[in-house]
C-alpha cells in the first residue's frame, strides 16, 4: 500500500525567502506525481505534474524534482511572497490495479509573512 | 468558467437525511472521480468513472454511498443515512486519458456538516 508523508507539517518563513517542501513516498512503482496547493476551505489547484521519467518540472518560482529510487520528491519556492501561504499537498499515482487514484500526503501548511 | 464545478458548495443536514451531491467535469475529460478530505488530512480516494463505467471504488465507500455517472458527462454522489462521522469536505476531480499524463483537475468541493 503506498504511503505519501510530507516534511515539515507546518513552515513560516519571512517574505522573499527560498523555501523547500519534502514529500516522500513508500512504493517508487508510481505512474506521476502532482503538487498542490490549498488555500483554506477551497478546492486544489494543480501546480505540477513530474512523470516517473522526469526529474524536474519549472513553472515560475517552483521547481519540483523527483528521485523515484528513492521515494523523494521537492518542491522549491523562490522568493516566497505573502501570496503563496496556503496548504501545499503532494499526491502520486502508483502503477497497479489502483493505478488511477492519486494517495495524497497530509500537506505542508505554509505561512509567508511580510 | 471551465473548470470543474460542484453543487452545493455547503451542505448542512441532520444525522439519518440523505444528501446528494453533484459534480460537472471540466468538458470532454473522460475519468472523473470522488475524494473525501477531512480537517487536517490529504484528501482520500473514494472512486472514479471511465465515461459511465465505475471502475474503481474504495473500502471507505461503504454501502450508503453511491455514486453514478450515467451519461459520462456529470456525476453524483448520494449518502444514505448520514452520520457524524460523515462531515468532510468532497471534493470531485477530473481528466483526460492520454498517453503520458492524466493530470487531475480539482473543483471547489462540497463541505458536508452532519449534526
Known amino acids: 500500500k503506498q504511503e505519501v508523508t510530507q516534511i515539515p507539517a507546518a513552515l513560516s518563513v519571512p517574505e522573499g525567502e527560498n523555501l523547500v517542501l519534502n514529500c516522500s513516498f513508500t512504493?517508487?512503482?508510481?505512474?506521476?506525481l502532482q503538487w498542490f496547493r490549498q488555500d483554506p476551505g477551497k478546492g486544489l489547484t494543480s501546480l505540477l505534474l513530474?512523470?516517473?521519467?522526469?526529474r524536474e518540472q519549472t513553472s515560475g518560482r517552483l521547481n519540483a524534482s523527483l528521485d523515484k529510487s528513492s521515494g523523494r520528491s521537492t518542491l522549491y519556492i523562490a522568493a516566497s511572497q505573502p501570496g503563496d501561504s496556503a496548504t501545499y499537498l503532494c499526491a502520486v499515482r502508483s502503477w497497479g490495479t489502483s493505478g488511477s487514484r492519486l494517495t495524497f500526503g497530509e500537506g505542508t501548511q505554509l505561512t509567508v509573512n511580510p | 468558467d471551465t473548470g470543474v464545478s460542484q453543487d452545493p458548495r455547503h451542505k448542512i443536514t441532520k444525522r439519518g437525511q440523505n444528501v446528494t451531491f453533484r459534480c460537472d467535469p471540466i468538458?470532454?475529460?473522460?475519468?472523473l472521480y470522488w475524494y473525501r478530505q477531512t480537517l487536517g488530512q490529504g484528501p482520500e480516494f473514494l472512486t472514479y468513472f471511465q465515461n459511465e463505467a465505475q471502475l474503481e471504488k474504495s473500502r471507505l465507500l461503504s454501502d450508503r454511498f453511491s455514486a453514478e455517472r450515467p451519461k459520462g458527462s456529470f456525476s453524483t454522489l448520494e449518502i444514505q443515512r448520514t452520520e457524524q462521522g460523515d462531515s468532510a469536505m468532497y471534493l470531485c476531480?477530473?481528466?483526460?486519458?492520454?498517453?503520458?499524463?492524466?493530470?487531475?483537475?480539482f473543483g471547489p468541493g462540497t463541505r458536508l456538516t452532519v449534526l
Open positions: 512504493d517508487s512503482a508510481i505512474y506521476n
Open positions: 476531480a477530473s481528466s483526460k486519458t492520454r498517453y503520458g499524463a492524466n493530470e487531475q483537475f
Open positions: 468538458s470532454e475529460h473522460n475519468r
Open positions: 513530474i512523470q516517473s521519467s522526469q
